[in-house]
């Protein structure tokens, strides 16, 4: 220890200073005898702190509460909303055609800016909340020692030194060295993650231990689960476990989305493309001697026409649709971009209880002298109300309906067998998984209890690691013990058989066989337990004591199993199938996880290796991170390493979600590119810290959520690759035209009617495409690939060369007619018009031809289309739009040409699919071959 660490209490009064657990991890309050404890905090365990002295540490250390971060100021969550190239090029366009009196373009501008900026505000400002939520957990009052009294305080008064008395069902107020227990179980699953509550022992462990094996402690939050307690505090407010998770999350930034993270590169690109382009094209104009006004009004019209400003709408109208299909699958979206994000991970993530098992223990396998029952091949009801009602057993029954009434009797949890659905529970999950095992064969739990007359009973205590019940009937007494196999195995004397009349013997037992096939139900994730009985020739002699049983007869092993959740395996394997490899990371024990890993599918061998918490601290982060690529099972985790783990998935390569519903799991959910919180059984702080959370509870709903995510991600993509190509063709035909010596192709009015009627509401249709039929098929995308790929980039080019070739095409067909200007111009206009709407269609899939798909499969995209021609029409012969678009009707002859050569777009989008269709089907061989050796 430090030298800080060996003060005494003496020094700690000179200075003014009392121990607490903020220098606690280092003091090791669990390794401390219970003496040292009480010595280093200056307290009297029997009389507790004084009031004058209560009020001195008040002072010294603040009240008990989790302090809240202040967030963002709202002006810079504004600001932040306009941070984008793309963006920055349109506020100076909207600049300079203002400043040239373009009073219409201006408001053009500004009405697109305008419209996206509100929706991330609002979604940006429900975000800081995840610390907030802790506060819900932090027990509202407390029972302590006050000048020799046991007085109820507010939670937020307990201050360290304050002896603690706890009872069930209550919270841990604070960080407490317990002094004393009695029978205690304590529910840590919020923490640690652990499948079912666990007991505590007054008495020092050692130091290096992790939090979920520190017997001697208590810690703020965890409930009482059954039992009484006694402790003094040793950490309050932000210097608790509790806090410590609060304060991780405030020092874990939020990680921005794949998705986010794409659209950033590709605005950057984009943004510095254009102004080059337009850069180069003024310079070209003022060379061929046009005027600098003119050449910035024609810089103007370049920017609106090349920039894609419907994107940052498309994507948040993209991603809303996915939050709305989503949460037909019971996944709600918390935050927009992470719709996308599920789609593109890569790694998952997920806690094991109470995720992917039901954090509901449940018998699966009794083990008798003579042979083993998997209740699962017995077929038995899995419903205790559809079992055919028996009565109470007597002691001259068989071995297996002995052993379950053993494990009725020796019991302090209780159940009733409802009419309705489900039955009644209560107690220790443990307790009541061998009670619904009686109920599944017929037993009356309840009936069993008033038939069989309790005379007195040894409850289970963690040092004692058995529970006895002596039991009266008809005038026999009985005693009933379960336990752990090792414990019983030492009162125990015999083993019950079933001799050859059929009739229930004895025989001579064998502790070591038994032993052995105790640790091969171990192997297999079950929680044993052995369950063992003797007939006495009357009462204990003293109730109140009746002494260690003993000469006893062992009945029966019972396997225990916390089972999964319906449907999870087969989740798994589309996840898996959809090249996502999920991995599990529990607070519960190395053996349970694995077992439950390997019948889930998570891992295929049975003895796949677990990495467990203080193997993760040994490690550095780079060994840690290659170790995480290799194991899929990580077991008796602490929050910290939870965090490690999560930091050593991610990765350039790698997009990470994680799955998780308690406190312990909250600064990794904050952690991941994405965190999934269970809606019901989820706490306040995990559900705030993640950015979707299943409202079913249900890692089933993933599967559904990472196919939404991928169509979503296409959406955007299609959308993207739309408005890019049909911006490069209305791009290049103005410095061309410049080039060839012809008049402004089109004036900057045109150019926004052209991006209005083209791409208003066809672009948005685009984000309602159903998905590809195999989306689920293919590799995630990864957080490097860019949202417009090589072989798109290249479609890009070649569909916005044509685009742009076609409307000069045109434009000088109606230079060479006897045409005005107004009708040369329109044509021109026009012809792009056409050219984009059979492009918006060519548009709909990266590689299915649009020969095969339904024209009308998406309803909004056909109508859309179908509006904006009628209205371009309209537009033409109406005397105000012809005065303010300067454009005139044109000839029939003109109408024909236009139609022939825009619908040429479709037959050279065509071809480049055909082609990439043939390639890929070329890759897979090699693929598959790839991944045989690999």
């Avoid at 209490?9 to 200073?17: K, N, Q, S, V, Y």
């Avoid at 038939?451 to 005038?475: K, L």
């Amino acid at each position: 220890m430090s030298a800080e660490d060996t003060k005494t209490i003496d020094d700690r009064e000179a200075d003014g200073t009392t121990a607490q657990a903020g220098e606690g991890d280092a003091i090791g309050w669990h390794a401390l005898e219970t003496e040292e404890v009480i010595e280093r905090l200056d307290v009297d365990p029997d009389a507790g702190l004084t009031t004058e002295e209560a009020s001195r540490r008040f002072e010294e250390h603040g009240p008990n509460e989790i302090g809240g971060d202040e967030g963002t100021p709202w002006w810079r969550t504004l600001v932040g909303q306009f941070r984008n190239p793309l963006i920055y090029i349109l506020i100076i366009a909207a600049v300079v055609t203002f400043l040239l009196g373009d009073y219409i373009d201006t408001g053009a501008i500004v009405a697109v800016l305008a419209l996206n900026a509100p929706i991330g505000f609002i979604q940006e400002r429900r975000a800081e909340a995840s610390v907030q939520a802790l506060m819900s957990l932090v027990s509202p009052t407390a029972e302590v020692l006050r000048d020799g009294e046991e007085v109820e305080i507010e939670a937020h008064e307990v201050v360290p030194g304050d002896i603690v008395v706890l009872d069930s069902g209550e919270r841990v107020p604070a960080d407490l060295r317990l002094l004393s227990i009695t029978d205690l179980q304590l529910d840590e699953s919020l923490l640690t993650g652990e499948s079912t509550p666990v007991g505590k022992d007054p008495e020092p462990v050692d130091e290096e231990l992790p939090l979920a094996e520190r017997s001697s402690m208590a810690y703020d939050g965890s409930a009482i689960a059954s039992g009484r307690a006694v402790g003094v505090v040793v950490a309050t407010g932000e210097r608790t476990e509790l806090g410590h998770i609060a304060e991780q999350m405030r020092e874990t930034e939020d990680m921005r989305s794949p998705l986010q993270e794409r659209m950033d590169s590709f605005a950057h690109i984009i943004g510095v493309v254009i102004l080059v382009s337009v850069v180069l094209t003024v310079l070209l104009g003022l060379a061929l001697g046009e005027s600098f006004t003119d050449m910035l009004s024609v810089a103007a019209a370049l920017a609106v026409a090349a920039i894609p400003e419907g994107l940052p709408v498309v994507l948040t109208v993209a991603l809303a649709l996915g939050v709305r299909r989503m949460a037909d699958r019971n996944a709600i979206i918390r935050r927009l971009a992470a719709v996308e994000t599920l789609g593109s991970t890569t790694l998952i993530g997920s806690d094991k209880t109470g995720t992917l098992t039901l954090n509901r223990m449940s018998v699966e396998q009794l083990w008798t002298g003579d042979d083993r029952f998997v209740f699962e091949e017995e077929g038995l009801p899995s419903d205790p109300r559809e079992a055919d009602r028996r009565e109470p057993p007597s002691s001259d029954t068989d071995v297996r309906t002995l052993a379950l009434l053993a494990g009725v009797l020796a019991n302090e949890g209780t159940y009733r067998v409802a009419d309705e659905e489900g039955g009644e529970t209560k107690g220790d999950p443990t307790e009541t998984a061998f009670l619904v095992a009686a109920a599944r064969h017929g037993f009356e739990p309840g009936e069993c209890h008033e038939v069989w007359e309790e005379i007195a009973g040894i409850p289970f205590e963690s040092e004692r690691r058995y529970a006895a019940s002596f039991r009266e009937r008809d005038g026999d007494h009985h005693v009933f013990v379960k336990g752990a196999p090792e414990k019983l195995l030492e009162m125990c004397e015999r083993i019950a058989r079933v001799g050859d009349d059929g009739e229930v013997e004895t025989s001579e037992l064998d502790p070591e066989q038994v032993q052995e096939l105790a640790e091969e139900m171990a192997t297999h994730g079950l929680r044993v337990l052995a369950t063992a009985h003797r007939q006495l020739d009357g009462p204990p002699e003293d109730p109140e004591d009746p002494g260690e049983p003993s000469g006893l007869t062992l009945l029966a092993l019972h396997g225990l199993l916390d089972p999964p959740r319906d449907g999870v395996k087969e989740a798994i394997e589309r996840c898996q199938g959809a090249g996502q490899r999920v991995i599990m990371i529990t607070g519960d024990h190395a053996n349970t996880g694995r077992a439950i890993a390997h019948e889930l599918g998570i891992v295929q061998d049975a003895d796949a290796e677990v990495l467990t918490g203080p193997d993760v601290e040994e490690m550095d982060d780079e060994e840690l991170r290659e170790r995480v690529s290799e194991v899929a099972v990580f077991a008796r985790v602490d929050p910290d390493h939870k965090l490690r783990i999560v930091e050593a998935a991610r990765g350039p390569h790698e997009v990470v979600a994680v799955t998780g519903d308690g406190v312990n799991d909250a600064p990794a959910l904050k952690r991941a590119d994405i965190g999934i919180a269970m809606g019901e059984s989820g706490t306040d702080v995990a559900r705030e810290a993640s950015e979707l959370v299943l409202a079913d509870d249900n890692f089933v709903s993933i599967a559904g959520a990472v196919e939404q995510g991928r169509i979503t991600f296409d959406n955007v993509r299609k959308v993207t690759f739309f408005l890019i190509s049909t911006g490069v063709g209305t791009f290049i035909v103005i410095p061309i035209s410049m080039l060839f010596g012809w008049p402004l192709i089109m004036v900057p009015a045109q150019v926004l009617w052209a991006n209005l009627i083209t791409k208003g509401l066809q672009d948005l249709s685009l984000a309602f495409e159903p998905g590809e039929p195999d989306v689920l098929d293919r590799p995630p995308q990864g957080r490097e690939e860019p949202v417009i790929t090589g072989p798109l980039w290249i479609r890009t080019a070649i569909s916005g060369a044509w685009i742009g070739a076609g409307g000069l095409v045109m434009f000088a067909w109606a230079l060479a007619q006897d045409y005005t200007l107004a009708q040369e111009r329109t044509v021109a206009l026009t012809t792009l018009v056409l050219f984009q709407a059979f492009h918006l269609f060519s548009s709909r899939s990266e590689l299915r031809s649009v020969f095969t798909m339904n024209p009308l499969e998406n309803w909004f995209l056909a109508y859309a289309q179908l509006g904006a021609l009628v209205v371009h029409i309209g537009a033409l012969y109406w005397a105000g739009t012809q005065f303010v678009l300067r454009v005139a009707p044109v000839p029939f002859e003109a109408w024909w040409r236009m139609l022939a050569i825009s619908v040429t777009v479709l037959a050279v989008v065509e071809v480049d699919k055909l082609i990439r269709r043939r390639l890929a089907r070329r890759q897979e061989p090699a693929e598959a071959a790839a991944a045989t050796d690999s």
